[in-house]
């Protein structure tokens, strides 16, 4: 049967899972085919940890995919360079002016270096530069407006030269914790004691949208209140607004954002432009796990085999010990602090023991580690692509574990899409067609369908290549058997080799890793024409000197041995 006489396949509509409503909605975009779209970027105070790579290259995708669809994305993404607060509660020490005092540098120093830092390996994962990238030094001026537009609202009170949001007044016509589903009664018991040394403020949950800078503070400015600083959860407020406008498509973000960060962008949003919602979808990358336990720059504890054996035959109960194993890898400040909250009350009395078998690490990796492979848990080290395919091998909204046999597993399916990709280039349909064998044909219309079912079930793309390695599958065997290209249609054969290019290349964003063992190549070429000098085969000799040639470089006969230069 003719493909074109086969009947149309039915692709769903791109949908997307809104977290502010909770349900998968179909992707509609305010203004088509223009899609605006802002994530939350890094705070540009130190090396980029593996888990900022996750965000980066999934909403990557994402921008990719929307304008494979056919729609012009704008895409918006910050770079924090003050506000971002130490502390659970964001109310410590300044993390950029912090790390400056550490490093004996200018504030502004630290955020040239990290930002250079973050987009060199940003580069690396191929994610492409958003359309802007704004950063919070650079619109304070629009943030002073803004928190006096939520002044002006009634809606935020000064308070001994800090400006604070009042979240008890905005509930009472809107709902703070519409995204994260909090409720605003619970939050005020829960918060309630940590009220304490936070006088200036009326309630325990209101935050700060502009913040008194103290005398050692080295990142001021002047504003209607005093010198100070913006708070951190304004500057996304003001600068999606400005390069978006007051309502737009996407807001992205990691799930440890969505609370309080994201729910303080919306209420400040609306308290700023008059109640109207900002963003009509959310969507919350899940986290990542090394070894199963969630990444952290904090202290955790483990204990060994050996440890575990030291705590049993130095009295310690059974059951005890047993709960010791099962323990998952605690933060140590934590477990120091209550260990009978992890263990029972019976572990009082054994502690001092139960610590001195302790081993002390940090679950925290680096991403310039993991391309180098310079970290104690790293078997070796692992390229960029290996690790955006990944990220990518897991749907966003689900954790990853981040382990060496997942990256080997990463790695090897990379290469198997890179020889496909190679061979796939070089492959042509015949000039004649064949029998056409239906089956196969369809198989292979049906997995690019499937890639797209995939994609447009809220961004699958865990299941989009499990679809993708058939194709593969497909390509191998057309490598290996080119005769059985001609069995399906040349429309066919045209739709699986672009089709296959365009989504490995430009919308997975998955690069050919050139070999950089330049040097193994060249002694082993030079061992060959050895060889061939002492067999006398001077066709093979004048070959390997003409394939040097060709490449720039020079074959050298000396009397210490052989060598090769560049050619000048």
């Known amino acids: 049967m003719s493909r074109d006489n086969q009947k149309q396949a039915f692709i769903p509509p791109l949908k997307i899972q809104n977290t502010l409503t909770n349900t998968k909605e179909v992707f509609e975009p305010l203004n088509p085919p223009f899609v605006g779209m802002y994530v939350c970027g890094p705070t540009v105070y130190n090396n980029p940890h593996i888990g900022n790579a ?11 995919y929307l304008t494979y669809l056919g729609y012009k994305v704008r895409y918006v993404r910050n770079i924090t360079d003050v506000g971002h607060l130490t502390g659970s509660e964001n109310d410590g020490e300044d993390r950029i002016s912090k790390q400056a005092k550490l490093e004996q540098l200018e504030p502004m120093e630290i955020v040239n270096i990290y930002t250079n830092k973050y987009l060199e390996l940003m580069d690396a994962l191929n994610v492409k530069r958003p359309s802007i990238s704004p950063t ?19 809606l935020a009170y000064e308070s001994e030269g800090s400006v604070y949001f009042d979240v008890k007044k905005y509930n009472e016509h809107h709902n703070y914790g519409e995204l994260s589903g909090r409720v605003i009664d619970e939050l005020l018991v829960n918060t309630r004691e940590n009220l304490e040394g936070q006088s200036e403020k009326k309630n325990p949950m209101d935050f700060a949208i502009w913040k008194k800078a103290s005398p050692e503070h080295l990142m001021r400015w002047n504003s209607p209140w005093g010198e100070g600083f913006p708070g951190w959860h304004l500057e996304c407020s003001v600068m999606s607004t400005k390069y978006l406008g007051e309502q737009f498509d996407i807001h992205g973000g990691g799930m440890d954002l969505m609370f309080p960060h994201h729910e303080c962008e919306i209420a400040q949003a609306k308290a700023a432009n008059g109640g ?6 959310w969507m919350h990358n899940n986290m990542l796990t090394i070894d199963g336990v969630k ?36 933060q140590k400040d934590e477990f120091d602090e209550k260990p009978e909250k992890y263990l029972g009350k019976e572990a009082k009395s054994h502690f001092r023991q139960i610590q001195e078998q302790a081993q002390e690490f940090v679950n925290f990796i680096t991403i310039e580690e993991v391309f180098t492979g310079e970290h104690e848990i790293l078997a070796q080290a692992y390229s960029p692509m290996t690790i955006r395919l990944f990220i990518l091998q897991a749907h966003y909204r689900s954790t990853i574990d981040f382990s060496n046999k997942a990256l080997l597993d990463a790695q090897k399916a990379y290469k198997k899409l890179m020889n496909s990709l190679r061979v796939l280039k070089l492959m042509e349909y015949p000039t004649e067609a064949g029998t056409l064998n239906t089956k196969l044909d369809q198989q292979i219309n049906g997995f690019c369908d499937n890639v797209l079912r995939s994609m447009n079930d809220d961004m699958n793309t865990a299941k989009a290549l499990a679809q993708i390695f058939n194709i593969n599958k497909k390509i191998n065997h057309f490598y290996t058997n080119p005769q059985d290209i001609a069995t399906i249609e040349k429309v066919t054969f045209d739709r699986m080799k672009s089709f296959f290019i365009t989504f490995i290349v430009d919308v997975f964003g998955l690069l050919e890793e050139k070999t950089n063992k330049q040097e193994v190549l060249i ?19 004048d070959q390997i000197r003409a394939t040097f040639k060709e490449s720039g470089l020079l074959i050298k006969d000396l009397k210490t041995g052989v060598d090769w230069a560049y050619e000048e």
Do not use: C
């Open 523 to 541: 002694q082993g070429m030079l061992d060959l024409y050895k060889d061939a000098k002492e067999n006398k085969d001077y066709d093979k000799v």
């Open 276 to 281: 109207k919602t900002p963003v009509k979808y």
């Open 136 to 154: 919070a030094t650079g619109h304070i001026v629009e943030q002073i407006d803004t928190v006096q537009k939520i002044l002006d609202a009634g």
């Open 54 to 64: 996750r965000p980066a290259v999934f909403f990557d995708v994402l921008s990719r």
């Open 295 to 330: 990444m952290s720059k904090s202290p955790r504890v483990k204990w060994s085999e050996e440890a575990l054996t030291n705590l049993k035959t130095g009295g310690l109960p059974d059951d005890l010990v047993a709960k010791i194993k099962d323990l998952n890898q605690p």
